[in-house]
């Protein structure tokens, strides 16, 4: 299996992953359109024989945070790391484009939890997190959870954008 960013080719197979779990309440529904506006925010776990195992989606929501959404894996494909694999490289792209916080609203709080996650008050989140919240049939008695994962401490009021720390008396690598 190999994790990667997802390409205009696997967009379908991801659409009727997503909405295989959306059909069963477990996420929100996607449309094709939807999957290829967003595309470049999915990676995708790929098998061996070229089959689309699992995706999951890194979007920047404001500032410093991000959420981990429409992470789905086959279902006759769960329980052999997929999903474990998919957060590890979800996690990896949000440091790598300076996220301090990533959560997810979802079911799965075991999942999350084991990973490091912590649950919170979904109150607590921005109100920009809500906006596809309006076409889910549960917007007005949603029952998912929220966890947040801290990926960095917030910057020191010393730090200066750009600039490495140094211990004093030692040179920089600069």
């Known amino acids: ?19 295989y779990y959306a059909e069963r309440g477990r996420m929100l529904h996607r449309s094709l359109e939807s999957v290829y506006n967003a595309l470049r925010d999915f990676l995708v776990a790929e098998g061996a024989d ?44 949000a440091r790598q484009l300076g ?35 309006i076409s889910c049939p549960k917007a007005d008695a949603c029952d998912e959870t929220a966890l947040m994962l801290r990926l960095a401490e917030e910057p020191s009021a010393a730090a200066e954008p750009g600039k490495t720390a140094t211990t004093p008396g030692r040179a920089s690598d600069d």
Request: hydrophobic share 45%; proline share 4%; net charge negative.
């Open 1 to 19: 299996m190999t994790v990667r960013p997802a390409r205009v080719s696997d967009a379908p197979a991801m659409c009727d992953l997503i909405n």
């Open 99 to 133: 996220v301090r916080r990533l959560f997810a609203l979802t079911y799965e709080n075991e999942f999350f939890v084991h990973r490091g996650f912590e649950i919170m008050d979904r109150n607590s989140l921005p109100e920009k997190v809500w906006g596809e919240c």
């Open 50 to 93: 070229g089959r689309i195992l699992g995706c999951a989606a890194v979007s920047l929501v404001w500032g410093d945070m991000a959420e981990v959404k429409s992470m789905a894996v086959r279902p006759e494909e769960r329980r052999h790391g997929i999903g474990s694999a998919l957060l590890q490289a979800a996690i990896a792209d």
